[in-house]
């Protein structure tokens, strides 16, 4: 796979993450854990290979400047900017309910989850409406 290659892959895994937990979401919500949770650990590992290959990809390329100056421009930034502050600070709050999780701290779970989940699914899916007007558009 080429390097150029990398930006796509890394849509496609933003979207499958985004998927992976809305059907966690709904699996829970339903009261199917066990489902829940391999919906969940599936878009941890997930996101963590869209990371590792996000980081590899900006390591090769740098910065990818958004090439339209047109109304755009704005809109792009006004979604890149909350993505990358969020994306940033949702690391370690991921990290935090995925250990209380396997620790069965449920409440406390629960509790920090119903903060991350939406942020975590907007990062994903604002990712890839990142992707398209910076590839697509």
Same mark, same amino acid.
């Given at each position: 796979?080429?390097?150029?290659?990398?930006?796509?892959?890394?849509?496609?895994?933003?979207?499958?993450?985004?998927?992976?937990?809305?059907?966690?979401?709904?699996?829970?919500?339903?009261?199917?854990? !066990? !489902?829940?949770?391999?919906?969940?650990?599936?878009?941890?590992?997930?996101?963590?290979?869209?990371?590792?290959?996000?980081?590899?990809?900006? !390591?090769?390329?740098?910065?990818?400047?958004?090439?339209?100056?047109?109304?755009?421009?704005?809109?792009?930034?006004?979604?890149?900017?909350?993505?990358?502050?969020?994306?940033?600070?949702?690391?370690?709050?991921?990290?935090?309910?995925?250990?209380?999780?396997?620790?069965?701290?449920?409440?406390?779970?629960?509790?920090?989850?119903?903060?991350?989940?939406?942020?975590?699914?907007?990062?994903?899916?604002?990712?890839?409406?990142?992707?398209?007007?910076?590839?697509?558009?």
């Amino acid at each position: 796979m080429d390097v150029q290659n990398l930006p796509t892959l890394n849509a496609v895994l933003n979207s499958i993450s985004a998927f992976l937990l809305i059907f966690g979401y709904l699996n829970i919500r339903s009261g199917r854990i !066990q !489902q829940h949770r391999a919906f969940m650990i599936s878009a941890l590992i997930t996101s963590a290979l869209f990371l590792t290959s996000y980081l590899f990809y900006h !390591q090769q390329v740098g910065s990818v400047p958004y090439p339209h100056h047109d109304w755009t421009r704005t809109l792009y930034f006004t979604i890149l900017i909350p993505h990358i502050i969020l994306a940033a600070l949702m690391v370690p709050f991921i990290i935090t309910i995925v250990i209380l999780a396997f620790r069965e701290k449920f409440a406390t779970h629960r509790k920090i989850a119903r903060w991350v989940f939406p942020v975590w699914l907007f990062v994903s899916v604002s990712g890839v409406v990142i992707y398209v007007m910076l590839y697509i558009l």
